[in-house]
């Protein structure tokens, strides 16, 4: 189970301010499969010289991933206190840094956000659904994210250096409602690590994890299921999997005596989670393509972020995954001529 961990330093003293600390996330999650870009991620934040600097990368991907937990299992590797920033529409700079209470004294407490005690505690700090953050907030963490290091905070009246061990990540959903962060810093936000869809065996492996108690023959369904999406480039998550089969084997246990079909169970909780849209994806994954205009198919993340001839864009044929299925239904590979 998750929870919130105290450490024995429930205060410090900076500049002549007293700051209250958080406390540290506990998470006992395991990072399954994708060992490549965990690698990434732990490699952004190794120090391998004196006058080295750690990075801060972006993990991006669609929703429902693993980018929160891909984040949090590095974290567990480095053995650091973790904290995370729940970014939203409405962070303002001060709660991202230093927010004043009223004490019961009747006097101004000084709260530091999960950020700035993890700068302190030289902990990592996922900054988690970054794009969904006003371009003001961001701009308070732009000398933390390069070589200064620090953040000052205009509400308590003072700058809060970093740790040197402070570490910290951001991750982006690609959706709207979500603020166009500007240049400076994403250019601080580097370098872009894409998240995407597991492989059959890693998703049955994710699956299976979380869902320990899940019959195999439910398995295999949400697996072919979302197997089948990630070839069409619907974006169904391991997330969607999981909400399914919990709901599904939630609704076979209130029948013990009665056994309801499986198969009418396991799609009674996919038309319930995912929509009717998700009862025929053939339809739904011709329909976006229709929708979004023929030839061009933005539908896997990477199209947001990178050219289609980029190097870097995941979807690109030379990719250590090969890619088979752009070539035998016509169309589809017509995205690599533009
Ligand atoms: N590789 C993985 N190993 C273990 N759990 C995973 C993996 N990928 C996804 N999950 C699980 O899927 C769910 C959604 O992941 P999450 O990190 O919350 O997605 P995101 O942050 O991208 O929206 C979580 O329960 C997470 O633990
Ligand atoms: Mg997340």
Not at 157 to 172: E, K, L, S, Y
Not at 194 to 220: T, V
Request: charged fraction near 25%; proline fraction near 6%; charge should be negative.
């Amino acid at each position: 189970m998750t929870g919130h961990g105290k450490h024995e330093l429930q205060n410090v003293q900076i500049g002549g301010v007293r700051l209250m600390l958080g406390g540290f996330h506990e998470a006992p999650g395991e990072w399954i499969g994708q060992q490549e870009i965990l690698q990434q991620l732990l490699a952004c934040w190794l120090v391998v010289d004196k006058n080295d600097l750690p990075l801060a990368p972006r993990i991006v991907g669609t929703p429902g991933i693993g980018k929160t937990a891909l984040a949090m299992a590095a974290a567990r590797k480095r053995r650091q206190e973790l904290y995370i920033y729940q970014c939203t529409a409405d962070t303002r700079p001060e709660d991202l840094l230093v927010t004043p209470v009223l004490a019961e004294s009747g006097r101004i407490a000084y709260h530091a956000s999960p950020l700035v005690t993890a700068m302190i505690r030289g902990g990592i700090c996922i900054l988690d659904e970054g794009n969904r953050m006003n371009e003001k907030s961001w701009a308070s963490l732009a000398p933390l994210l390069d070589h200064r290091r620090y953040v000052e905070s205009i509400v308590a009246g003072i700058t809060i250096p970093a740790h040197a061990d402070f570490r910290c990540c951001v991750t982006m959903n690609q959706d709207e409602s979500t603020y166009e962060i500007p240049d400076y810093i994403l250019s601080r936000l580097q370098p872009t690590l894409p998240l995407g869809f597991p492989n059959r065996q890693d998703e049955m492996a994710i699956l299976k994890y979380h869902l320990p108690f899940a019959e195999s023959d439910m398995l295999a369904m949400t697996v072919d299921f979302l197997q089948h999406a990630h070839e069409l480039k619907l974006d169904f998550s391991p997330r969607d999997g999981l909400n399914l089969l919990r709901y599904a084997m939630k609704r076979l246990a209130q029948h013990p005596q009665h056994p309801l079909s499986k198969d009418q169970t396991w799609h009674e909780a996919l038309q319930r989670c995912l929509g009717d849209d998700a009862l025929d994806l053939e339809a739904l994954a011709e329909r976006r393509k229709r929708s979004l205009g023929g030839d061009a198919v933005p539908l896997g993340l990477g199209d947001f972020f990178f050219q289609p001839d980029d190097p870097l864009h995941p979807d690109r044929d030379d990719d250590d995954q090969h890619s088979d299925e752009e070539d035998d239904d016509g169309g589809e590979g017509e995205r690599d001529d533009d």
